[in-house]
T-cell receptor, first 112, second 112 residues
């Protein structure tokens, strides 16, 4: 199957860490992506991880992948008000590379 | 600068009318996609195209049509058969397998 699930909302205080979680069902995923969407805008790629990796770090962003549990997370360190947005995880499937499957998005609200 | 451009940003349609949303990319990408986004929901795939003169239905193609006469262009027509067309429409393009998708800034369509 191609279900990608995320919790809908997350609220944190400025300066705290945010952890956004995602689960997927298709074990043939090759790449998993995190996108950010600001209000009224398109999606911007934040980072991605290849399915044979466990972790990837990029400045304030850390992606963790537990392939056994099909669980992906995005940690944002020192969260800022400018990080308030909707975050989507997406997977690319080995047997149908032309399709991207997106989660429903997690709305991150950062309080001052 | 390379990128993907959607126009117009806002579009109003009377009931019973067809409208066409434009999507142009100068990234030399082979694959192009159209997604629909409704409030609080993820992205749902309408149509995608792997190559010029070829396109495939996505998960919610009913009431929509596309063409791919040029590599750079993938217009989406929302026909009068689409029962609930008010939504945010996103176009994306991608070089090929296991590469990131680049998104346009979206078109918000409202039926009046």
């Amino acid at each position: 199957g191609e279900d990608v699930e995320q919790s809908l909302f997350l609220s944190v205080r400025e300066g705290d860490s945010s952890v956004i979680n995602c689960t997927y069902t298709d074990s043939s995923s090759t790449y998993l992506y995190w996108y950010k969407q600001e209000p009224g805008a398109g999606l911007q790629l934040l980072t991605y991880i290849f399915s044979n990796m466990d972790m990837k770090q990029d400045q304030r962003l850390t992606v963790l992948l537990n392939k056994k549990d099909k669980h992906l997370s995005l940690r944002i360190a020192d969260t800022q008000t400018g990080d308030s947005a909707i975050y989507f995880c997406a997977e690319s499937i080995a047997y149908n590379f032309n399709k991207f499957y997106f989660g429903s998005g997690t709305k991150l609200n950062v309080k001052p | 600068d390379g990128g993907i451009t959607q126009s117009p940003k806002y579009l109003f349609r009377k009931e019973g009318q067809n409208v066409t949303l434009s999507c142009e990319q100068n990234l030399n990408h082979d694959a192009m996609y159209w997604y629909r986004q409704d409030p609080g929901q993820g992205l749902r795939l309408i149509y995608y195209s792997q190559i010029v003169n070829d396109f495939q239905k996505g998960d919610i193609a009913e009431g929509y049509s596309v063409s791919r006469e040029k590599k750079e262009s993938f217009p989406l027509t929302v026909t009068s058969a689409q029962k609930n067309p008010t939504a945010f429409y996103l176009c994306a393009s991608r070089m090929g397998q296991n590469t990131e998708a680049f998104f346009g800034q979206g078109t918000r369509l409202t039926v009046v």
